[in-house]
Nanobody
Framework: VQLQASGGGLVQAGGSLRLSCSASERTSVMGWFRQAPGKEREFVARIRRNDAHTLYADSVKGRVTISRERAKNTMYLQMNSLKPEDTAVYYC?????????????????WGQGTQVTVSS
């Protein structure tokens, strides 16, 4: 499975961005992780294909919405009220199994990162 992420960019604090991730094949779960400079990669959100159940990290809850288009094997991350601390490289991930949502090691497939920079 190949994943293609897009939509990153530079935005001012309080602004919005929408990230997209397209998968070449069907997967059961898709998610987003991010890695800020000097920090470890961390879980952001994930969505299940069959029931669209979502899960969010506390740090983004209420500001971020993950969604998917099943027919297109595409996932989106709508990010609002962005903060400078949201600055990171955002990675999309996917699994055909049942990954532990917050554990990156349980996702088999990864896309290239897309840079999100939030200026203060």
């Amino acid at each position: 499975v190949q994943l293609q992420a897009s939509g990153g960019g530079l935005v001012q604090a309080g602004g919005s961005l929408r990230l997209s991730c397209s998968a070449s094949e069907r997967t059961s779960v898709m998610g987003w992780f991010r890695q800020a400079p000097g920090k470890e990669r961390e879980f952001v959100a994930r969505i299940r294909r069959n029931d669209a159940h979502t899960l969010y990290a506390d740090s983004v809850k209420g500001r971020v919405t993950i969604s998917r288009e099943r027919a297109k094997n595409t996932m989106y991350l709508q990010m609002n009220s962005l903060k400078p601390e949201d600055t990171a490289v955002y990675y999309c991930a996917a699994s055909r199994r049942t990954p532990i949502a917050i554990m990156e090691g349980t996702y088999e497939y990864w896309g290239q990162g897309t840079q999100v920079t939030v200026s203060s």
